[in-house]
């Protein structure tokens, strides 16, 4: 079925159609314009989303970046983005594939369109112009055939009329003869009119506007059909990107699963972890020693006689009390201002980067000396001295680097000291047994007839072998004395003592004494075994417990 055969009569209607059909088309490459408007504004906030929630701060230089949130969180961002991309991909295929195309092709079938209204419309006007020219033919053969007959009756009755004469009568017929001759011709005029206007109004229903028409219908199912391939591409549009955004989904699933709280945990000491010994226990300064002592002449103390207090000195000795507020600290070249782990990290970081770019400049140097022979074997590819100062250059920064290299491993080395070090005495703080005092142990021939009053300091747990600590002070002590008769406290050997010289004596790790005579400031105690025998050890190789 076609239009030139069921639709030969529906001219005006297959006009509205065709023109509806276009209109459609405009409408769908509108729509789809604006779709893709639509898809570029969306990118583009979720670009700009991106972008304000990135991180400022360059990677190298951000701590966050090595937690595995903030890792997932900006892989999330950058899926985002791969996200946003796509988007401009389907607007930009919409804006090309089917706007440009489709406003193209309906330009063309527009122009197609007018191109086969126009011819007919030549050939209804041509077949009214037969009509015209039939009508008139026909107009003029009635009105020949009414003079005609009116002048065959004017003759015949002036034949009959006595009155008239031969001459009238003569005219009559002639007359009468001239407008029958003219009659005659005006019907072969008509006649042949007639048979000219069927046969081109056969042509026209038949032949003529049926060609039209098919040309129509064609047109219109051309336009049907790349307007149902414009939809298809709407959604094809959306598949070409599917798989990438497929990708992109997958990424924000791997980049939620690869939060990893316990290794987040581990980070966070690693960035943060100072490397310091957790501080010993304080010691115990008993100021009512000094209110009850009295001076002696020859006791020790301050030019005036006044006794010194030991308290004077611990205002000196440095504090590193945890949650006390931070001085602001001036940065070193060699990161001393910062804990040991984490100057060991920074000087680490500064020492890779120099030997990278040592290495840069002695592989830039070997390149510089294989273009300096081949300028020196082919001198028209370039003047082997024009490389002088650029080798020089590089020398000189090759020279500066092994320098620099060799200053950050000494330090590396100090730190790396340093950090084993604390890390030794923060595993144990025990585990490694003070120095004796320098000074000699009491005479125990002397020390029998000698003792303190009241001096009942306890001796400190920490050892004394921490940077900053201050030497022990001068403290008075009476000449003479009574040995208690039974011990003054107890105490715990906290590391063993081999007393090889004279007075001492040896005891073991975790062996239980009595506490016979306090530390008098020389850094020794007198105790007693439980097995027998009495002698001195180290004050700082005790835990004393006072009665």
């Known amino acids: 079925m076609d239009w030139g055969t069921e639709l030969w009569d529906q001219f005006e209607v297959l006009e509205r159609h065709t023109q509806w059909g276009l209109d459609l088309l405009d409408k769908y490459v509108k729509f789809v314009k604006e779709r893709a408007e639509v898809e570029q504004a969306y990118a583009k906030q979720l670009r700009s989303l991106v972008k304000k ?3 400022k701060r360059p990677t190298k230089d951000d ?3 090595k937690f595995s949130q903030q890792q997932s969180f900006v892989q999330l961002l950058q899926e985002v983005n791969d996200f946003a991309g796509q988007r401009e991909l389907v607007a930009e295929s919409l804006g090309i594939r089917v706007c440009l195309e489709l406003a193209k092709y309906s330009q063309e079938m527009k122009q197609e369109r007018k191109m086969h209204f126009q011819e007919g419309r030549r050939a209804q006007q041509q077949l009214e112009n037969g009509f015209k020219q039939l009508e008139t033919s026909k107009r003029k053969f009635e009105r020949d055939c009414r003079e005609a007959e009116k002048a065959a009756h004017t003759a015949e009755r002036l034949d009959q009329d006595i009155n008239a004469t031969k001459a ?4 009559a017929k002639q007359q009468a003869h001239l407008r029958n001759h003219m009659a005659e011709e005006s019907k072969n005029e008509y006649a042949a009119q007639l048979q000219r206007f069927n046969r081109d109004q056969a042509h026209f229903y038949f032949s003529q506007m049926p060609q039209i028409f098919d040309k129509l219908q064609d047109m219109d199912e051309r336009r049907a059909t790349r307007l149902g391939a414009g939809y298809g591409l709407l959604s094809e549009a959306e598949l070409q990107v599917v798989p990438i955004i497929g990708k992109c989904l997958e990424g924000m699933k791997v980049a939620a699963e690869s939060v990893d709280a316990k290794n987040d945990s581990q980070v966070l ?14 010691e115990f300064e008993d100021f009512s020693q000094v209110m009850s002592r009295v001076p002696s002449d020859s006791s020790l103390g301050t030019p005036d006689g006044r006794p010194e207090l030991r308290a004077a000195s611990s205002r000196s000795r440095p504090k590193r009390w945890p949650f006390g507020k931070k001085n602001k600290t001036v940065v070193t070249e060699d990161f001393s201002h910062l804990p040991p782990e984490q100057q060991r990290k920074r000087l680490q970081q500064q020492l890779e980067e120099r030997n990278r770019e040592l290495q840069k400049e002695e592989d830039q140097r070997e390149a510089l000396k294989k273009m300096k022979d081949v300028y020196e074997k082919t001198p028209q590819m370039g003047d082997p001295a024009s490389l002088e100062p650029r080798i020089a250059e590089t020398l000189g920064n090759i020279e500066r680097l092994k320098l620099e290299v060799q200053k950050y491993e000494a330090w590396l080395a100090e730190a790396e000291s340093r950090v084993l070090s604390n890390r030794g005495d923060s595993l144990s703080r025990h585990s490694r047994p003070p120095d ?14 000698s003792g303190s009053q009241d001096n009942k300091e306890s001796s400190s747990e920490e050892p004394p072998s921490e940077e900053g600590q201050d030497t022990p002070i001068y403290t008075e002590f009476d000449e003479d004395f009574e040995e ?7 105490c715990v050997a906290i590391y063993h003592f081999e007393g090889s010289s004279e007075g001492t004596i040896s005891m073991s790790e975790g062996e239980d004494l009595s506490l016979m005579e306090e530390d008098k400031g020389d850094g020794w105690t007198r105790v007693r075994r439980k097995q027998g025998g009495e002698g001195y050890v180290p ?3 005790l835990q004393v417990t006072l009665n």
């Open 53 to 55: 929630y990135l991180p």
């Open 63 to 65: 701590p966050e970046v």
């Open 168 to 171: 009238d009568v003569e005219k």
């Open 269 to 282: 000491i690693e960035l943060h972890k100072s490397g310091f010994a957790r501080p010993g226990d304080l």
């Open 436 to 449: 004796p005092p320098a000074t000699a142990p009491p005479d125990s021939s002397s020390s029998s007839n």
């Open 484 to 490: 208690p008769a039974s011990p003054i406290g107890q």
């Open 539 to 541: 004050t700082s190789y």
